[in-house]
């Protein structure tokens, strides 16, 4: 016999799923949208609107992440100029850290937090990993060993945990291709590295990182935090 209202039932699930199938679709589109690349130039007339953030004298145009610079009628897409600031962060940044000190990652460019409520575009710090790397890096060699330049920062390809991860090396013609960061017993981080999962020892929680860190949350100024207690 035919039923009525499980046919309902099952054709309302199936208009649901398709919906937020779609929804998610759309959203991994503009997570993974194409991002111009250094010396690509736009028409003005049509580029979208973006935010305007004049530095030394310079109109940037600032859009998703993209920093464009005026030549004639053209926008070419440039680096940001060191101590440049943004209000909104690129949708897709990284949160990246350097000892206890964080930054944010996006596309070759580092920010920090500011003390104007904005973000600060800051020199790559070296020692830095990040899982990707910028678009229109090139390949050098340098050392014998395999690096990648853009815009004069240089990324070493590492392997751990079987994950690719590239870690800045040298800035500005300065390269070190020795250089290792770690952090020690004692740091003190306001968010767990990415990648963290919980642990039981001695019927006491830890959080353990990719690379074998392990983090004890702790309380202080009523606030939440995580204390290397070791490697």
């Known amino acids: 016999m035919f039923d009525k209202r499980a046919f ?3 054709a309302i699930t199936i208009f649901l799923s398709f919906i937020c ?8 589109r503009r997570e993974n949208r194409p991002v111009p690349h250094r010396g690509q130039r736009i028409a003005l007339a049509q580029h979208r609107p973006g935010v305007i953030i004049a530095y030394g004298g310079v109109p940037y145009h600032y ?3 993209c920093f464009y610079r005026p030549i004639d009628n053209y926008l070419e897409v440039v680096a940001p100029p060191i101590g440049i600031h943004v209000r909104i962060l690129p949708p897709g940044y990284r949160r990246i850290y350097v000892g206890t000190n964080i930054v ?3 596309n070759g460019v580092f920010y920090r937090p500011s003390n104007r409520e904005d973000y600060e575009v800051v020199q790559p710090p070296v020692g830095a990993e990040v899982p990707e790397l910028p678009d229109g890096a090139q390949v050098l060699v ?3 060993q395999k690096v ?6 240089y990324y070493k390809e590492e392997i ?3 994950q690719t991860w590239y870690r800045v090396i040298g800035k500005d013609g300065v390269v070190n291709t020795e250089i290792t960061y770690t952090l020690q017993i004692g740091d003190t981080l306001e968010d767990l590295p990415e990648g963290c999962r919980p642990v039981v020892i001695k019927n006491q929680k830890y959080y353990v990182s990719p690379d074998n860190v392990y983090y004890q949350e702790v309380i202080a ?5 995580y204390t290397v207690v070791g490697k």
Do not use: A, C, P, V
């Open 8 to 10: 309902l039932f099952l």
């Open 21 to 28: 199938n779609s929804q998610l679709m759309g959203q991994h």
């Open 63 to 65: 859009d998703n992440g």
């Open 104 to 106: 944010f990652y996006f």
């Open 142 to 144: 340098l050392n014998e």
């Open 148 to 153: 990648y330049e853009l815009d004069g920062t």
């Open 160 to 162: 751990r945990d079987g």
């Open 221 to 225: 100024d009523n606030k939440l935090l």
